[in-house]
Nanobody, 124 residues
Framework: VQLQASGGGLVQPGGSLRLSCAAS????????VAWFRQAVGKEREFVGA????????TYADSVKGRFTISKDRAKNTVYLQMNSVRPEDTAVYSC??????????????????WGQGTLVTVSS
C-alpha cells in the first residue's frame, strides 16, 4: 500500500483545514488508518485512527471534539477534518496504515505503511 498525504497549508487560529490520505496499490479494506503529527523539536504524536471497515475510531485528547476522521471508500481515501485549529496544532501530519489491536492504535510501531507528511501551519 502506498499512501500520499496532502492538503496542508497555512491556516489562521480558529480556522479549518482538511487533509487527505490517498491509498494506492491495494485497498485499505481490513486496515486501520491513523494520523500522526510531528512538530519541530518534538516527538511524533498520535492524532487519531479509524478502522476502514468501520466501528472503531479513536482520537488523542488534544484533538478530540475538533478533528474528525472520515473515509471515502470509492476513492480509497481517508480524510482528517481539522476545525478550531490552534497554533499548537502546527506540525507535519502523516498518515499510516496497519492492523493494530485496539489497545495499540496510538503507537507508531503498529503501522507499517507510511505516507509522506504534509505541513500544517496555524498562524495569524
Amino acid at each position: 500500500v502506498q499512501l500520499q498525504a496532502s492538503g496542508g497549508g497555512l491556516v489562521q487560529p480558529g480556522g479549518s483545514l482538511r487533509l487527505s490520505c490517498a491509498a494506492s496499490g491495494a485497498t485499505l479494506s481490513g486496515y486501520t488508518v491513523a494520523w500522526f503529527r510531528q512538530a519541530v523539536g518534538k516527538e511524533r504524536e498520535f492524532v487519531g485512527a479509524s478502522r476502514w471497515s468501520g466501528g472503531t475510531t479513536t482520537y488523542a485528547d488534544s484533538v478530540k471534539g475538533r478533528f474528525t476522521i472520515s473515509k471515502d471508500r470509492a476513492k480509497n481515501t481517508v480524510y482528517l477534518q481539522m476545525n478550531s485549529v490552534r497554533p499548537e496544532d502546527t506540525a507535519v501530519y502523516s498518515c499510516a496504515s496497519g492492523r493494530p489491536i485496539l489497545s495499540s492504535m496510538a503507537y507508531t510501531t503498529s503501522y507499517y505503511y507510511w505516507g509522506q507528511g504534509t505541513l500544517v501551519t496555524v498562524s495569524s
